[in-house]
């Protein structure tokens, strides 16, 4: 942080007699001449006085003997911070400082305005700005620090109040996994019987959310303790997997292999085997001879419906298989045993799965952002 530093004190022997002047400024060479503080800050890492073009200090002295003493100074101190709400997190970072060899009763630090108003003798710049935090508020307050070697030093102290902007994290990390979550739902209305489309794009969501995981483990400091950001990777990771297995379920429970015992197969594939004989008899009936006129009529008694594909728009066509609506696959199963064409079977699970993920997946976000926000 930048900082102008302003330390007031009184020194008797500093007095001069005049009337026309309320401070006098003198250079800092002076400083050299007389006592001041020896100020430093405990919890500093790295801090550095301003001396382009000439030192930025400033000092004055009153006809009482009133010494202000200011200096711009850039200071990088020590912040320990608990990330367990973390990128959702509100820091407070103190700064300490005090006399680095005068104890207690020879040095009495205080605030400016203190008791009154202690926090008002700290001030910020309205134009403030960090770039991952939002300054919340400040409170500034005086202790007792002990030391066994010169004894207790009076410590003063500023808390910020941070709050971390969490709009970069957003971008960078939740928005691609949610993204990713939906994509390996698309493998719910890709056909059942596309076994390589579905698998490659599990797991390529399950890498890439992997990926996603470690990047952003790479910029933090490593905690012994989990982050909500992890939680949260955590979870899209489990959606994702979640739907691998839903996969491995449907190809269970619906597909027929060689050495499985009779019964063992579902519902899915008694439809699946009644849809193949009805397709084998729409076939034979195709090659028995009918006039044009009579196959026409019949065509448009079996396909009648409100849903038929050639009398709805793109739109109404894909809202309905998006949605699985039963009446609008009957008519597209009647048109292919028609046409003698394969109709895709779809398992009852994916039906099933297209309602129960996106709606399990929101919740537990509900859950996530009210537990850590």
Known sequence: MDVFFRQRWTDPRLRFNSTSVEMLPLNTIMLE??????TYFFNGRRSKRHTVTTPNRLFRISPEGKVLYTQRLTLKAECIMNLAKYPMDTQVCPLHFGSNSYSEEDVVYRWLHEPENASASVEVSEDLRFSQFSLQTWKAERSVKVSDRI???????VNFHLARHAGFFVISTYIPCVLLVVLSWVSFWLNREATPARVALC??????????GWSSRAVLPKVSYAKAIDWFIVMCFGFVFAAMVEYAAVNYFTKRRAGMLPGMADDDDDDMAQAEAENVEATLRKKRRFTLLSSLTRYNIKVKSPYEASKQSFLSDLLSC?????????????QSRASGKPFNSVSRIDVASRII????FIVSNGIFWFAYN
């Open 33 to 38: 001449s007389i006592w001041y503080p020896d």
């Open 151 to 157: 004894g207790n030093r009076t410590q003063l102290t």
């Open 203 to 212: 797991i390529m969501t399950l890498l890439t959310i992997t990926t996603l």
């Open 322 to 334: 998006i949605c699985g609506n039963a009446e609008y696959r009957d008519a597209r199963l009647r």
């Open 357 to 360: 993920f996106p709606v399990s």
